[in-house]
């Protein structure tokens, strides 16, 4: 249900960009519609096919480039764990591009809201772990904040190492449970 | 068919909430006493439910200052002082032998047993206990305590119980479990689908306070042991963990983190007056109180890792304990105060710590267990119980505050977690 709004969503930005795509091409667009016309003079025809057919493919040029984008906008709001170091609450570099989608996303959608739930790996004590994991979410939430999106939006709880993803004792799982997790509430 | 019904569902539940703890000494002392348990004398028409020579020489056993010796090894079995051959027990190099006798009276049961010491030929102690059948695992224990203490000096802690967590693999399920010190009578005390973390003790034994994420989040409550009374203490916004007792039971310590800053308070849990101890936008957390319930100690990372910290609670002036390795946390204290054991990290591999509160010398107490974590010291400051992983599995393990005994609690189901020792009940 969430994942079909995110994609209406995507879709609605998806036609918003499309339009003002449009507008900058209209007078492009009129050759276009001319083309109908000129059917019957070959040279003209001809003339105008080239131009259509310059004109049309650089549409569709402008249009495959415009749905990679929202791809890759939507593929980044799909990315909703993001991982830590050991004894680290330190936003990774690789995790930024997603936490900014989720800002703008955020920030678009006044209404979305999100609990970010912090997790740490089994090693160390128990209680340290869940203050760890707090400092992990709420390193999410300022960086949130800091990228457009509102303090009212967001929720932070921390469950240390007491839900791990990955139940097993080694390094690929540790780093698989040094976790934050971003759940959206309302879209 | 309903009936068969109804005992195929309590047959599954009692398997999920037991964890069914036994224990499996891994290393003693080398100056282990040797001691004979002879098997008590009873006359009745039908045998015991509970086997109490056995489990008094297991209890012995297990405490790591004893070794006993199995029946089957004895020449003579004698249940009187007089029938006693000093010369059998000689040549079976036993420094003591404890025998008794189990006779049934009007209200239950009463047992009479005398600790021999073969080397002066003489009987050093005599003892009579009563109780009814309900009570005979506590005569068992009472024995054991009677004895640990008469012949080692230290007081035993046999008739001591143990709270702490158990989870399904898939952690589905948390259960609060109380059991005997060895792992007997596991009783589920609170279960919950939702993490539970942090059980501790009153310190007259009729309370656990312990984290519950019932709600979603971390809050405390406390339990009543004997009416299973819960009453939430610390719900404030934010995260609220790692409850202690004051030594008074007046006062809980915890942490509550608001925005991600974990500070310790003070609760009064009379006037519920709340005061703020740490003031660091480092972590803070894992209060545990000294003795004099003036100093507190806790975790702190704000030299860069975790480590431990002493406060005054009332002048607030905050000096740091550990300085070996980058990773130590969680202490506890022995009831004298003169110890504190924590998680230690030396060589990417987490163990269990002791430090002297006064001379900082460290000595590293586990090293054939992996992650340990969650330690707790027995009311005798002679064992620490805590968490271990083994085989993907985690597992109760303890271990003297000297590091000479060790021995392991494992479990037939799922993952054993946050053991927690009680004071000595009285």
Same mark, same amino acid.
């Given at each position: 249900m969430q994942q079909k709004t995110l994609f209406k969503t995507v879709g609605l930005a998806f036609g918003a960009m499309m339009i003002s795509a449009c507008s900058s091409t209209g007078d492009v667009n009129e050759g276009a519609a001319s083309e109908a016309t000129a059917i019957q003079q070959q040279a003209?025809?001809?003339?105008?096919?080239?131009?259509?057919t310059a004109v049309s493919s650089a549409a569709l040029e402008g249009e495959a480039l415009q749905a990679q984008a929202n791809e890759a906008q939507a593929a980044l709001l799909q990315q909703t764990v993001f991982y830590f170091d050991f004894d680290q609450s330190t936003i990774k570099n690789?995790?930024?591009?997603?936490?900014?989608?989720?800002? =703008?996303y955020l920030a678009a959608n006044g209404a979305a809201r999100v609990v970010l739930e912090g997790h740490t790996d089994e090693r160390g004590t128990v209680e340290y772990n869940l203050a760890l994991g707090e400092r992990r979410a709420l390193s999410v939430r300022g960086f949130l904040l800091a990228n457009g999106a509102a303090a009212n939006q967001i929720q932070v709880v921390s469950f240390g190492e007491e839900r791990p993803a990955v139940n097993a004792s080694n390094e690929d799982a540790y780093a698989k449970n040094r976790r934050v997790e971003v759940k959206y509430q309302s879209r | 068919m309903v009936k068969f019904f109804i005992v195929i569902v309590? #047959?599954?539940?009692?398997?999920?909430?037991? +964890? @069914?703890? &036994?224990? @499996?000494?891994?290393? =003693?002392?080398?100056? +282990?006493?040797?001691?004979?348990v002879v098997p008590f004398a009873w006359h009745g028409a039908a045998p015991l439910v509970e086997d109490i020579s056995t489990i008094v020489q297991n209890n012995l056993s297990n405490s790591g200052y004893f070794r006993t010796l199995a029946p089957s090894g004895m020449i003579s079995q004698p249940t009187r002082v007089e029938d006693v051959? &000093?010369? *059998?027990?000689?040549?079976? /190099?036993?420094? &003591?032998v404890l025998l008794g006798r189990i006779d049934q009276t009007e209200q239950g049961y009463a047992i009479e047993f005398h600790v021999l010491d073969v080397h002066q030929r003489v009987e050093i102690l005599r003892h009579r206990v009563r109780g009814s059948e309900g009570q005979l695992r506590d005569l068992a224990h009472y024995i054991s305590d009677f004895v640990f203490e008469r012949l080692t000096g230290v007081p035993g802690v046999f008739s001591t119980k143990l709270v702490y967590v158990t989870t399904n693999r898939e952690r589905t399920q948390f259960n609060l479990n109380y059991a005997d010190a060895d792992g007997a009578?596991?009783?589920?005390? &609170?279960? !919950?689908?939702h993490p539970i973390i942090s059980p501790a003790w009153s310190p007259d034994g009729r309370q656990i306070a312990y984290v519950s994420f019932e709600s979603g989040r971390s809050e405390i409550f406390i339990q009543t042991l004997a009416t299973g009374q819960r009453e939430k203490v610390a719900a404030f916004p934010g995260s609220n963990s790692a409850p202690a007792f004051s030594p008074d039971g007046k006062k809980l310590a915890f942490v509550r983190s608001e925005m991600g800053n974990p500070e310790i308070y003070v609760l009064d849990l009379s006037s519920r007056?709340?005061?703020r101890i740490t003031n660091h936008f480092a972590i803070d957390t894992e209060p545990q109180w000294m003795p004099d319930g003036r100093n507190i100690i806790f975790t702190s990372n704000r030299a860069g890792g975790?480590?431990?910290?002493?406060? *005054?609670?009332?002048?607030?002036?905050?000096? /740091?304990?550990t300085f070996e390795g980058s990773y130590n946390a969680r202490a506890r204290v022995t009831p004298d105060g003169r110890k504190m054991v924590y998680v230690h990290q030396s060589s990417g591999r987490f163990h269990i710590?002791?430090?002297?509160?006064?001379? %900082?010398? #460290?000595?590293?107490?586990?090293? *054939?267990?992996?992650? *340990?974590?969650?330690?707790? #010291?027995?009311?005798? =400051?002679?064992? #620490?119980?805590?968490?271990?992983?083994?085989?993907?599995? !985690?597992?109760?393990?303890?271990? !003297?505050?000297? %590091?000479?005994?060790?021995?392991?609690?494992?479990?037939?189901y799922g993952d054993v977690r946050e053991p927690a020792w009680s004071p000595i009940l009285r």
């Open positions: 003209e025809e001809q003339a105008q096919e080239q131009a259509t690789e995790s930024k591009a997603a936490l900014i989608a989720h800002a =703008g | 309590f #047959v599954l539940i009692s398997s999920v909430s037991r +964890a @069914e703890l &036994f224990i @499996e000494i891994t290393q =003693g002392k080398q100056s +282990a006493m040797p001691i004979a051959v &000093f010369n *059998d027990w000689q040549r079976l /190099r036993q420094d &003591f009578r596991e009783q589920l005390i &609170f279960t !919950s689908r007056q709340l005061e975790p480590q431990i910290y002493n406060v *005054d609670i009332h002048s607030k002036q905050t000096r /740091r304990l710590a002791a430090q002297d509160m006064q001379s %900082g010398m #460290v000595q590293i107490l586990t090293t *054939d267990t992996e992650l *340990d974590e969650s330690p707790s #010291v027995a009311p005798n =400051g002679s064992m #620490v119980i805590y968490a271990a992983s083994e085989r993907n599995r !985690s597992i109760l393990a303890a271990v !003297s505050v000297d %590091g000479e005994v060790k021995f392991r609690l494992p479990s037939k």
